[in-house]
C-alpha cells in the first residue's frame, strides 16, 4: 500500500469546488430559514387579528383552565372559540 493509499482525505485542493458548493447550499437553507420565519411573523399576525375578531363575534362559553394549576394566574378559556382570559 503507498502512502497516498493510507491517507483517507484527498489533497486540499480538491476540496475547493467541495467547500464552495457546501457553502451554496448552506447560503440557500439559510435565507430559506430567513423567509420562512418572516412567513411564520406574518401567519402569526394573521392569528392575532382573527382572535380579535373572534372575542368581540363569538358568543363566549367560558370555562376554568385546569391546565394551570401551577401558575397566580386564573385562566379561563371560550370553549367554542378557544380564546384564553388571563386574570392577573
Ligand atoms: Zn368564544
Do not use: R
Amino acid at each position: 500500500m503507498s502512502q497516498i493509499d493510507k491517507n483517507p482525505h484527498p489533497p486540499i485542493s480538491n476540496n475547493v469546488q467541495e467547500v464552495s458548493d457546501l457553502l451554496q447550499e448552506k447560503n440557500t437553507i439559510e435565507t430559506n430559514i430567513f423567509k420562512s420565519e418572516a412567513k411564520i411573523q406574518v401567519l402569526k399576525e394573521q392569528i392575532k387579528k382573527i382572535n380579535k375578531k373572534l372575542f368581540h363575534k363569538c358568543n363566549h362559553k367560558w370555562k376554568y383552565d385546569n391546565g394551570c394549576a401551577f401558575d397566580d394566574h386564573t385562566k379561563y378559556f371560550c370553549e367554542i372559540c378557544e380564546i384564553c382570559l388571563i386574570f392577573l
